[in-house]
């Protein structure tokens, strides 16, 4: 059974730093790109970036420069890496990999005084 599981996620003030996992069971996600998204309150889940399986990485540009995607191949560990985080960065971070479709059920991060 293929489970992606998101933790990492809390409460932080404007300019703080939070590390979000993603662990992965039942694939192997050396071989995926694994992707991470996330949805704000009343809004559409939005695209955050990616790693490729040889290492590539992609930014949207609203958190390029913030954030960095890395992985952890031996312990089928993908990070996220948010620095200097503002309240816009308020949402539930999801994990994903493609090809195989599979989603995380997500971590909340909030930002705010």
């Known amino acids: 059974q293929v489970q992606l599981v998101e933790s990492g996620g809390g409460l932080v003030r404007p300019g703080g730093s939070l590390r979000l996992s993603c662990v992965a069971s039942g694939i192997d996600a050396s071989i995926e790109t694994m992707q991470w998204f996330r949805q704000a309150p009343g809004k559409q889940r939005d695209y955050v970036g990616f790693i490729s399986p040889s290492g590539n990485t992609f930014y949207v540009d609203s958190v390029k420069g913030r954030f960095t995607i890395s992985r952890d191949n031996a312990n089928n560990i993908v990070y996220l890496q948010m620095n200097n985080l503002k309240p816009e960065d308020t949402a539930v971070y999801y994990c994903?990999?493609?090809?195989?479709?599979?989603w995380g059920r997500g971590t909340q991060v909030t930002v705010s005084t």
């Open positions: 994903k990999s493609s090809p195989t479709d599979a």
